[in-house]
T-cell receptor, first 115, second 112 residues
Framework: ETGVTQTPRHLVMGMTNKKSLKCEQH?????MYWYKQSAKKPLELMFV???????ENNSVPSRFSPECPNSSHLFLHLHTLQPEDSALYLC??????????????FGAGSRLTVL | DQQVKQNSPSLSVQEGRISILNCDYT??????FLWYKKYPAEGPTFLIS?????DKNEDGRFTVFLNKSAKHLSLHIVPSQPGDSAVYFC???????????FGTGTRLQVFP
């Protein structure tokens, strides 16, 4: 496996369910991100982790709970979601030590539908 | 408040011609600007970036221009190819942060 891998690619859940999205990167990066992409909206930054420590929480509701057990893995735990949370959830990673722009490498995304 | 704006949701260009995608921003505290391309069912992939101290960066068929006084940047693709058909996102990174702030994207269609 190379790059950034996200599972599952598609997820349908009811509002009372608990599920998790998983992200794994094989690039040796130290920063990992969750973004949300809704129709006709910009990609919205949700969380940033640097060396497993959360450095950014962009006012995300508590029904989304991130977990970063190590620099290669990132989870997004979902519980009691609302239909408006249906979106494409994108994971990304980047090297912390860099010269130049902070280039994020994205996974293919997890398409979430909340019924 | 949207800090990075792409006001054209779509653009259609004939193969071989130039594609120009535009992006405006409101925050003067961005140090880098990036363009990403996204195909359906794939994540965004990095295309080209420019530092805020430059006004132009070129990489093959892709050139990004930055006009700081107007808070505007553009991506030029020449010549355009059908494989360039995708959604293009403009992004900006504030100084001393790891964040990338994205625009809403412009869907480019290159037709034969």
């Amino acid at each position: 496996e190379t790059g950034v891998t996200q599972t599952p690619r598609h997820l349908v859940m009811g509002m009372t369910n608990k599920k998790s999205l998983k992200c794994e990167q094989h690039l040796g990066h130290n920063a990992m991100y969750w973004y949300k992409q809704s129709a006709k909206k910009p990609l919205e930054l949700m969380f940033v982790y640097n060396f497993k420590e959360q450095t950014e929480n962009n006012s995300v509701p508590s029904r989304f709970s991130p977990e970063c057990p190590n620099s290669s893995h990132l989870f997004l735990h979902l519980h009691t979601l609302q239909p408006e949370d249906s979106a494409l959830y994108l994971c990304a990673s980047s090297p912390l030590e860099r010269t130049g722009a902070n280039v994020l490498t994205f996974g293919a995304g997890s398409r979430l539908t909340v019924l | 408040d949207q800090q990075v704006k792409q006001n054209s949701p779509s653009l259609s260009v004939q193969e071989g011609r130039i594609s120009i995608l535009n992006c405006d921003y409101t925050n003067s505290m961005f140090d880098y600007f990036l363009w990403y391309k996204k195909y359906p069912a794939e994540g965004p992939t990095f295309l080209i970036s420019i530092s805020s101290i430059k006004d132009k960066n070129e990489d093959g068929r892709f050139t990004v221009f930055l006009n700081k006084s107007a808070k505007h940047l553009s991506l030029h693709i020449v010549p355009s190819q059908p494989g360039d058909s995708a959604v293009y996102f403009c992004a900006a990174s504030p100084y001393n942060t790891d964040k990338l702030i994205f625009g809403t994207g412009t869907r480019l269609q290159v037709f034969p």
